[in-house]
């Protein structure tokens, strides 16, 4: 409805806007008709031609007042102004609109435009005699009198603005009070948004429309009382929320009537649903009749199939489907209840190399192993409170106390088992813990569990296949933990260092060489061995992280030190994963073109044991990358299990003697006769010599004397970080003498 009387009122606005243009086009022709019969005056054209400026002026003024034109004037061809009937404007300010309606002239129409704070509507024709001897124009304002004139036909009221975006509105005239031009005004100012789409005021009381004038400062605001419109919509809306009201008033009074005998055990049977839903205890529902008492007797059907279908879930969710007794899950929860009022012991029982059963007797034989493992197991005697099995080959037993003696549990279950015509022998290894209580806490619970894993992971190390857990442990296995979880933090932070220390020539008295050394101040474990957070990156694969950052760290250091110390060559030790790692080559290659160095500048040493766990992969990445141009060297050489007949393939340049033979070789014979033995067989092979451990002159002395060729050890230097092993180079090629000069001697 409201829509409708908007729809109206717009119409009425449409229908005044084309009155308001057809009375504009009228006075257009009114004044096009009026200048006309002035230009073609045989009198005003010989007084145009003759200059006579009274008689000009008295003819404009004539003519003008005919037709009641407010402005009269006379142009010369050049559009220069000639005569006016008003006298009181210069030629300045009539010159921009004369220049514009002398361009509409062309066009044959009116222009409009401001001036002297009013809109003139002019026209403009030519004086011919026969050619153009000046231009003859007149013209009317849009004034208050054509503001009534267009309210007497169209009902509505007129208002005349000049308005620039950005600016203030400037009021020409208008039919509206002030009170209600100050309500307009300010809503007018998106003009062009009102041409098609009218606009109320605030109070509702007017619709406005806008129509562009021809020029493009000169805008007309056409005002429709809205006060007809409002009130019939006002009233046909009061009527009609009168019945609203009485409806709503008559539904609510059924509602009520319904709800008491019908809604009342609806709410029941909802609130019973909800409970069921949310797992809570829930009534017995009242017997009812009809469609009531049918829902009711599903809902009571439904509550007793959930909680079968909830009993059975449970129990699949907390038995171990192949052996039948329980899993992880519920041995957590049991120990949990068991544990907040009663001590006890847990045994973890593992079959040693499991793995080998299943693959030389099939997945098949390897479960039915277990389940007769895990009958035995309910066999037990002493039987246990509880068992599961927790793990592939692992089952969890829970004592009150530890059996006096543990053959009698492991005894019965290792017995030999009859499987595909086979006898099966089991070896188990056994870790146990035991707890106190209170143990209510998960945390608690996942930490007895953890304990006795680690205890069985000591189990399985030991000949005797038994071990408890010990204290301190457990903080060792979070240490672990906490190195795996960091380390590849700290790579990516950079917050990892290298320490070199330095290779001597005792042939030439010199240092040409070092070996990069990675070390990790922890910021919460402090110090932290290479050997020990090396061993765990190998075993949890961040291994590669590892040798990627050193390779990075070392090759970038070369570079740096190439134009300082010439010839210098890097040594980085290689873990065995390393070399079976066939992208390693590549690898280097990559950092060596990125730092823009020579292959020569870096130098991997490898042990003979890392060698033997893959002979045939690792020879051929170390010809790779001796075919890069990088030196190898074999390190700790002596103390692994080496093959001669693999290391006669290897491409290696360097052999290093485990420094467990050198510390003590000035007083040690049985570790001269090994040095000297190996360094005839590796000179024997063309490798290069080198000792690693030399601690005193000594020492040195006693190298010498068996053919090494380079020396490593704290007699010379300890390992430094980069800046203080380039200071000790630099001392070193000045004092290297002081070093030697006994021996030499």
Same mark, same amino acid.
């Given at each position: 409805? %409201?829509?409708?009387?908007?729809?109206?009122?717009?119409?009425?606005?449409?229908?005044?806007?084309?009155? &308001?243009?057809?009375?504009?086009?009228?006075?257009?022709?009114?004044?096009?008709?009026?200048?006309?019969?002035?230009?073609?005056?045989?009198?005003?054209?010989?007084?145009?031609?003759?200059?006579?400026?009274?008689?000009?002026?008295?003819?404009?003024?004539?003519?003008?007042?005919?037709?009641?034109?407010?402005?009269?004037?006379?142009?010369?061809?050049?559009?220069?102004?000639?005569?006016?009937?008003?006298?009181?404007?210069?030629?300045?300010?009539?010159?921009?609109?004369?220049?514009?309606?002398?361009?509409?002239?062309?066009?044959?129409?009116?222009?409009?435009?401001?001036?002297?704070?009013?809109?003139?509507?002019?026209?403009?024709?030519?004086?011919?005699?026969?050619?153009?001897?000046?231009?003859?124009?007149?013209? &009317?304002?849009?004034?208050?009198?054509?503001?009534?004139?267009?309210?007497?036909?169209?009902?509505?009221?007129?208002?005349?603005?000049?308005?620039?975006?950005?600016?203030?509105?400037?009021?020409?005239?208008?039919?509206?009070?002030?009170?209600?031009?100050?309500?307009?005004?300010?809503?007018?100012?998106?003009?062009?948004?009102?041409?098609?789409?009218?606009?109320?005021?605030?109070?509702?009381?007017?619709?406005?429309?806008?129509?562009?004038?021809?020029?493009?400062?000169?805008?007309?605001?056409?005002? *429709?009382?809205?006060?007809?419109?409002?009130?019939?919509?006002?009233?046909?809306?009061?009527?009609?929320?009168?019945?609203?009201?009485?409806?709503?008033?008559?539904? *609510?009074?059924?509602?009520?009537?319904?709800?008491?005998?019908?809604?009342?055990?609806?709410?029941?049977?909802? %609130?019973?649903?909800?409970?069921?839903?949310?797992?809570?205890?829930?009534?017995?529902?009242?017997?009812?009749?009809?469609?009531?008492?049918?829902?009711?007797?599903?809902?009571?059907?439904?509550?007793?199939?959930?909680?079968?279908?909830?009993?059975?879930?449970?129990?699949?969710?907390?038995?171990?489907?192949?052996?039948?007794?329980?899993?992880?899950?519920?041995?957590?929860?049991?120990?949990?209840?068991?544990?907040?009022?009663?001590?006890?012991?847990?045994?973890?029982?593992?079959?040693?190399?499991?793995?080998?059963?299943?693959?030389?007797?099939?997945?098949?034989?390897?479960?039915?192993?277990?389940?007769?493992?895990?009958?035995?197991?309910?066999?037990?005697?002493?039987?246990?409170?509880?068992?599961?099995?927790?793990?592939?080959?692992?089952?969890?037993?829970?004592?009150?106390?530890?059996?006096?003696?543990?053959?009698?549990?492991?005894?019965?279950?290792?017995?030999?088992?009859?499987?595909?015509?086979?006898?099966?022998?089991?070896?188990?290894?056994?870790?146990?813990?035991?707890?106190?209580?209170?143990?209510?806490?998960?945390?608690?619970?996942?930490?007895?569990?953890?304990?006795?894993?680690?205890?069985?992971?000591?189990?399985? $190390?030991?000949?005797?296949?038994?071990?408890?857990?010990?204290?301190?442990?457990?903080?060792?296995?979070?240490?672990?933990?906490?190195?795996?979880?960091?380390?590849?933090?700290?790579?990516?932070?950079?917050?990892?260092?290298?320490?070199?220390?330095?290779?001597?020539?005792?042939?030439?008295?010199?240092?040409?060489?070092?070996?990069?050394?990675?070390?990790?101040?922890?910021?919460?474990?402090? !110090?932290?061995?290479?050997?020990? &957070?090396?061993?765990?990156?190998?075993?949890?694969?961040?291994?590669?992280?590892?040798?990627?950052?050193?390779?990075?760290?070392?090759?970038?250091?070369?570079?740096?030190?190439?134009?300082?110390?010439?010839?210098?060559?890097?040594?980085?030790?290689?873990?065995?994963?390393?070399?079976?790692?066939?992208?390693?080559?590549?690898?280097?290659?990559?950092? *060596?073109?990125?730092?823009?160095?020579?292959?020569?500048?870096?130098?991997?040493?490898?042990?003979?044991?890392?060698?033997?766990?893959?002979?045939?992969?690792?020879?051929?990445?170390?010809?790779?990358?001796?075919?890069?141009?990088?030196?190898?060297?074999?390190?700790?050489?002596?103390?692994?299990?080496?093959?001669?007949?693999?290391?006669?393939?290897?491409?290696?340049?360097?052999?290093?003697?485990?420094?467990?033979?050198? %510390?003590?070789?000035?007083?040690?014979?049985?570790?001269?006769?090994?040095?000297?033995?190996?360094?005839?067989?590796?000179?024997?092979?063309? !490798?290069?010599?080198?000792?690693?451990?030399?601690?005193?002159?000594?020492?040195?002395?006693?190298?010498?004397?068996?053919?090494?060729?380079?020396?490593?050890?704290?007699?010379?230097?300890?390992?430094?970080?980069?800046?203080?092993?380039?200071?000790?180079?630099?001392?070193? $090629?000045?004092?290297?003498?002081?070093?030697?000069?006994?021996?030499?001697?």
């Amino acid at each position: 409805m %409201k829509k409708d009387s908007q729809q109206q009122a717009r119409q009425v606005l449409t229908v005044a806007a084309n009155v &308001f243009e057809q009375l504009l086009n009228e006075r257009s022709q009114q004044l096009g008709q009026s200048v006309q019969v002035l230009a073609a005056d045989f009198g005003f054209r010989q007084a145009v031609a003759t200059s006579e400026s009274a008689t000009i002026q008295s003819v404009l003024e004539n003519h003008g007042s005919r037709i009641e034109a407010q402005l009269v004037v006379l142009l010369d061809p050049q559009g220069n102004l000639l005569a006016s009937s008003r006298r009181e404007l210069s030629e300045d300010q009539l010159s921009p609109l004369l220049q514009a309606a002398q361009q509409a002239a062309f066009s044959r129409h009116s222009a409009i435009f401001p001036l002297d704070g009013q809109a003139y509507q002019l026209v403009l024709v030519p004086v011919r005699a026969p050619n153009i001897i000046a231009w003859v124009g007149m013209g &009317f304002v849009l004034d208050e009198t054509l503001a009534l004139q267009l309210k007497a036909i169209t009902g509505l009221d007129i208002s005349f603005i000049q308005y620039q975006t950005g600016q203030e509105i400037h009021l020409l005239t208008s039919t509206l009070s002030n009170q209600s031009l100050s309500d307009l005004l300010p809503e007018t100012i998106a003009l062009t948004e009102l041409t098609n789409d009218p606009s109320a005021s605030q109070d509702q009381r007017y619709l406005t429309l806008s129509r562009p004038l021809e020029h493009a400062d000169l805008w007309a605001l056409l005002h *429709l009382p809205n006060s007809r419109w409002l009130q019939n919509y006002q009233s046909m809306r009061s009527q009609l929320v009168g019945i609203f009201g009485v409806a709503l008033t008559v539904s *609510l009074l059924a509602a009520f009537w319904l709800g008491r005998s019908i809604t009342e055990p609806l709410q029941k049977l909802s %609130k019973f649903a909800r409970q069921l839903g949310e797992g809570e205890a829930t009534p017995a529902l009242p017997k009812a009749r009809g469609e009531v008492g049918v829902l009711s007797k599903t809902l009571n059907q439904m509550q007793q199939r959930l909680a079968e279908r909830e009993r059975l879930l449970i129990e699949q969710a907390e038995q171990d489907p192949l052996t039948g007794l329980a899993n992880r899950s519920a041995a957590e929860r049991w120990l949990k209840n068991y544990g907040r009022q009663q001590a006890g012991v847990l045994l973890l029982l593992n079959i040693r190399n499991f793995r080998h059963i299943n693959d030389a007797f099939g997945l098949d034989t390897g479960d039915q192993l277990l389940q007769l493992l895990a009958e035995r197991i309910r066999q037990l005697a002493p039987a246990p409170l509880f068992s599961a099995r927790v793990g592939g080959d692992e089952f969890l037993l829970i004592y009150a106390e530890l059996p006096t003696e543990l053959t009698a549990v492991t005894a019965p279950l290792q017995a030999a088992y009859q499987l595909q015509h086979s006898s099966i022998s089991l070896q188990l290894t056994l870790g146990y813990y035991r707890f106190a209580v209170p143990i209510a806490e998960p945390l608690v619970v996942s930490t007895l569990l953890r304990r006795v894993d680690i205890a069985s992971a000591a189990a399985k $190390q030991l000949s005797e296949g038994v071990a408890g857990y010990q204290a301190g442990q457990d903080e060792r296995h979070l240490r672990e933990l906490t190195i795996i979880q960091d380390l590849p933090v700290a790579l990516a932070a950079n917050t990892l260092s290298i320490c070199y220390q330095p290779k001597v020539s005792l042939q030439h008295q010199n240092c040409l060489a070092a070996e990069a050394l990675i070390r990790w101040q922890h910021p919460s474990l402090g !110090f932290i061995p290479p050997d020990e &957070f090396i061993r765990l990156a190998e075993h949890s694969g961040h291994i590669q992280l590892v040798t990627d950052w050193m390779l990075s760290q070392v090759i970038t250091q070369a570079a740096l030190w190439q134009s300082s110390h010439p010839g210098l060559k890097l040594a980085v030790n290689l873990s065995p994963l390393d070399l079976i790692d066939e992208q390693l080559p590549t690898r280097i290659q990559q950092l *060596l073109n990125q730092a823009r160095v020579s292959a020569k500048v870096l130098a991997l040493e490898v042990t003979e044991g890392a060698v033997m766990q893959d002979p045939e992969r690792v020879i051929r990445n170390l010809h790779q990358l001796a075919a890069l141009g990088v030196e190898l060297a074999i390190d700790d050489f002596g103390t692994g299990h080496s093959s001669l007949a693999y290391l006669k393939l290897l491409p290696v340049h360097e052999v290093k003697i485990d420094r467990a033979f050198i %510390k003590d070789i000035e007083h040690n014979s049985d570790d001269e006769l090994i040095v000297e033995a190996a360094s005839r067989l590796a000179k024997g092979l063309g !490798f290069q010599i080198t000792a690693e451990g030399l601690e005193n002159r000594a020492g040195l002395t006693k190298l010498l004397a068996l053919g090494c060729d380079t020396v490593q050890g704290y007699y010379f230097a300890k390992p430094m970080p980069a800046t203080d092993f380039d200071h000790w180079l630099q001392q070193f $090629q000045q004092t290297g003498a002081d070093y030697f000069s006994e021996v030499n001697a």
